[in-house]
């Protein structure tokens, strides 16, 4: 979700949707993975919430590598980057509002970032349960969204390119 105020563009994220997210993800793909006697893999394979603390950590990281790549519109920003705050407890960065650009932009923008994350958590927890394919499709994923966002961003960025 972002918000428009002050001069800034706030993208923010709750963590509970987004374990929720990961969660459902993980468990269809556990579903899929059977063993030598033909078992799901739910307790090897899908995140539970005793595994939480570690999601969190790699979406911390997540975090941190999506919006150095928008450091360049964060100048003058007072919280660029923020992490496990507020109530609900979210995540996310903000950009200055620089009003040059198609505002039908900002939704397309959000939904890049928030699935780059995604991509970004996931391609770190198969890493964690040895799922090296799943690692790197996801990793790959991870790189191609945040490829697109950043094309998505440059009309965000005009009046720092005169």
Do not use: C, H
Request: cysteine-free; overall charge negative; charged content about 30%.
């Amino acid at each position: 979700m972002y918000t428009r105020e002050n001069g800034e563009i706030k993208f923010s994220y709750e963590i509970e949707k987004m374990f929720n997210s990961i969660s459902l993800r993980t468990s269809y793909k556990a579903k899929s993975v059977k063993d030598d006697t033909g078992e799901s893999q739910l307790d090897d394979i899908a995140l539970s919430q005793d595994e939480k603390d570690i999601m969190k950590e790699f979406l911390a990281d997540g975090v941190y590598e999506i919006f150095t790549k928008l450091f360049k519109i964060t100048e003058g920003v007072s919280e660029s980057i923020f992490f496990d705050t507020g109530i609900p407890k979210s995540y996310g960065g903000s950009i200055k509002d620089n009003e040059a650009f198609n505002v039908n932009l900002l939704p397309a923008i959000d939904k890049k970032i928030e699935r780059a994350l995604r991509y970004f958590v996931l391609s770190d927890w198969y890493s964690s349960v040895s799922l090296k394919n799943d690692a790197e499709e996801n990793y790959a994923k991870y790189r191609r969204t945040a490829i697109e966002m950043n094309n998505l961003t440059f009309q965000l960025r005009k009046p720092l390119m005169s």
